[in-house]
């Protein structure tokens, strides 16, 4: 049913790849994640999420620099040992805080990555505008509902984005300490699509329709893909999950390989949250972005 319209999708969406570790350890952890863009000018649209991430990496990188930096020049008479320690708890450094990440926009631009990030107050939608690339890598580029009347409870929805990490030209290297992309191991990560139909609609303040509920949940990674229908027009954005206790709780005995097994089973129904096209369409308007309507 979705065949032609993933196909349309395809054309506009484009993966995050992200690399990360935490302090004091050499274990990389790879991620993904989605935004689709709107326009030939560089516009792209994802969640709020998933753009503080990529702010946020800055800021954690520059950590790193000024930590190795001030461990170079320890006070007169304090051991190099007792001054990393110090170090480590002026700067907030445990073994859970995050202390590499490197995000890689595929498939978007060829030349210099350049970008401003424009993120909602409220609600989990943000805009990224790169700048001054000598190429956009896209071509094709979405058309957004005009007539969202029919987004109700019954309508089938579609999302794509990249939801599994299954690249893997990435290494850490021992002498540098640090992570780092490489030219070897695969590069891409294959989309994936999830339907689902349509069963509440999710408000904000002041009963304000913000979203929908899909009977069917999103994926990690799929965040900032596109919501659309069987002609590939947007409905919305996929931007969370939701888990309903279906208060099924079960603890039975059963029988596994000729043994008795006590099974504990506590069910929950995972849904998706889509953000809503009006509120897409509302904030790119809010920020001078144009896009195509139909």
């Known amino acids: ?11 506009f969406t484009r993966p995050i790849h992200t690399i990360s570790r935490t302090y004091g350890s050499t274990l990389i952890q790879a991620g993904a994640s989605s935004l689709f863009f709107v326009n030939n000018e560089g516009w792209a649209l994802t969640c709020r999420h998933v753009a503080k991430q990529i702010a946020i990496s800055h800021k954690v990188l520059a950590r790193k620099r000024t930590f190795e930096k001030e461990q170079l020049s320890p006070p007169a008479g304090k051991s190099k040992k007792k001054w990393k320690r110090e170090l480590e708890k002026k700067h907030n450094l445990t073994h859970s805080e995050t202390y590499e990440i490197y995000n890689s926009f595929m498939n978007c631009l060829e030349g210099r990555l350049n970008a401003d990030i424009k993120i909602h ?4 939608v943000a805009l990224i505008h790169f700048k001054n690339y000598s190429k ?6 979405p058309v957004f509902i005009r007539d969202d009347s029919f987004i109700k409870p019954g309508k089938s929805v579609c999302r794509l984005g990249y939801p599994f990490a299954e690249f893997t030209n990435y290494e850490y ?5 640090k992570i780092k992309w490489t030219t070897e191991g695969r590069r891409d990560t294959p989309f994936f699509p999830v339907d689902g139909m349509i069963t509440r609609r999710l408000l904000g303040k002041e009963n304000k329709v913000i979203g929908f509920e899909l009977s069917t949940p999103g994926l990690r990674g799929q965040s900032g893909g596109p919501a659309f229908d069987v002609d590939g027009r947007i409905l919305g954005m996929q931007a969370a999950t939701g888990h309903l206790d279906m208060n099924f709780d079960i603890e039975q005995d059963v029988f596994r390989a000729g043994k008795k097994k006590n099974v504990k089973d506590y069910a929950f129904l995972h849904v998706g949250h889509c953000i809503h096209v009006a509120i897409l369409k509302e904030f790119m308007t809010e ?6 309507e139909e």
Do not use: Y
């Not at 107050?121 to 989990?124: A, L, P, S, V």
């Not at 956009?136 to 580029?141: G, I, P």
């Not at 920020?287 to 195509?292: A, E, L, P, R």
């Open 173 to 177: 290297n021992k002498d540098e300490d």
């Open 287 to 292: 920020n001078g972005v144009n896009f195509i």
């Open 1 to 11: 049913m979705f065949v032609q319209a993933i196909e349309t999708a395809i054309n």
């Open 136 to 141: 956009l890598l896209c071509d094709k580029f």
């Open 121 to 124: 107050k409220e609600i989990d």
